[in-house]
């Protein structure tokens, strides 16, 4: 099983060529290894967004987990007509079957029924921060240093869960041809 979420980012005071860089992080993680993804997320949470995120973390994960969770994302859909609804959940629907997967989705207001990837939410942003501290610069001149700083961080963590992932991988179904 896999979980996803967006969390804000806007604590780690991250600044880009000197200004202020509000932005989001979409965080996948596979339950049982807590082997991530994640992206920088400019604007707010979207079906393209949760698309483009959750298909590269897959790819390079590897495999499609059986089952992917997500909150209601609830922010995606507060401002959409129940038109617009309709069709993001059409599209999120044919995006899981392409790869697929089972959706499943927590109750509304229920966060902890997502809790690995809200537990790993606070851990990364915690290393992200601390990687900040060691770096004595939250000023990257321009977005892609900082998606590179992340990444790299990311990969540190999932080296340490190398194993657990292993174990893991053997339990994916093959990717499809990509969308």
Known sequence: MAQSDFTHADELRGMI?????????????MTYSRW??????LGGESFTALAENLQQALWSLGGVPQNHRTDSLSAAFRN???????DMTKRYDAFVSHYGMEASRNNRGQAHENGAVE?????????????LILRSNRD???????????????ARRNRQRVNAVQAERGHLRPLPMPL
């Open 17 to 29: 060529a000197g200004e202020a860089f509000p932005h989001l992080l979409y965080h996948f993680v």
């Open 36 to 41: 991530e993804h994640v992206g920088v997320v």
């Open 80 to 86: 959409l007509t129940a038109e617009q609804r309709e």
């Open 119 to 131: 537990s790993q939410n606070r851990h990364l942003k915690t290393a992200i921060d601390q990687a």
């Open 140 to 154: 990257f001149a321009c977005i892609e240093d900082y998606r590179r700083f992340v990444d790299m961080l990311v």
